[in-house]
């Protein structure tokens, strides 16, 4: 829970509360995009740097194939009722069991009942998760990639040019390995615990997840669009895709260009009450 970001609280309400990862388990690495033997020359890669922002609470589904999520409680207008958050658990793409827990909690969501989550007990967020998220910004070196994200202070790290290791323990971040495609950064990650979601709709996945981002400009360098695409035999029918696009600005979480700090209440209980917002956190006594 960001404070006083008051009006996320009343996106983000639902799911179970995350727990520790299964740290000791480990998965045989999905093969990710084959490493480039060469690196890519700098004048032909693409500036990704700089804050970028987006405005709606998740990824946006495409219009046509197999894609994310939608919330089946609409407003007058059409849009999304963020205050009742009711996953499509009719979507295609989900096996049964998967289905029933995004049954389960949209049941939640239209009694206005929201669960803990990842985001608002301050837990690392997972892939895609966190693409909903913001704002986020991107470090590029000649190896390595480095995702910064506000939502308190989480780090993500995209090595270049290197395949999966043979064998890898599951994280929250699982591991990203990442190369260039012209002006397309490609970044394939495997290895996710199973203890983040998909999205909003408490969607599960399981350690067999495998992520693909691609992240281009477009709009004259203005936006910053990431295609996703999800594969996971544990948990989804078919393999199914979705989009975020950020743009440049100034978000509140950011000022001068540089991120703001955010300040985080783990493990806050009030998630549990009815379109409850919490109170900020209020020392017993002064720290000095």
Known sequence: ????????????????????PASAQTVAATVGPAAHGGKQGSA??????GIWNHSIPGFEPLASG????????????????????????????????????????????????????TRNQCWPSGVPFIFTERPTELLQTPNKVTILYGHDHQ??????????????????????????????LVVDTVALS???????????????????????????GAALQVDIRVEDPGAFNMAWSARQVYRKGQPLESLGGQLLEAI???????????????????????DF
């Not at 404070?3 to 609280?9: A, E, K, Q, V």
């Not at 979601?197 to 399981?206: L, V």
């Not at 985080?264 to 002064?286: D, Q, T, Y």
Request: proline share 9%.
């Open 1 to 20: 829970m960001y404070l006083p970001r008051c009006d996320l609280l009343l996106v983000v309400t639902l799911a179970a509360a995350a727990v520790t």
């Open 44 to 49: 032909s890669v693409p500036d990704l740097s």
């Open 66 to 117: 197999p894609t994310a999520l939608v919330n089946r409680q609409r407003r007058a207008n059409g849009t999304g009722n963020i205050l009742k958050l009711v996953g499509d658990y009719t979507n295609p793409i989900l096996k049964p069991q998967a289905a029933e827990i995004v049954k389960k909690h949209a049941e939640l969501g239209l009694k206005g009942i929201g669960d803990p989550n």
């Open 155 to 184: 780090v993500r790290q995209v090595r270049l040019n290197e395949p999966h290791p043979a064998r890898v323990v599951p994280s929250w971040y699982g591991d990203s390995i990442g190369h260039y495609e012209g002006d397309t």
């Open 194 to 220: 199973a203890d983040t979601f998909i999205d909003n709709y408490r969607t599960p996945h399981t350690t067999q997840e495998h992520v693909i981002e691609r992240y281009s400009l477009s709009n004259g």
């Open 264 to 286: 985080c209440s783990e493990n806050n209980p009030n998630f549990l009450e009815p379109a409850s917002v919490s109170p900020i956190p209020v020392a017993g006594k002064p």
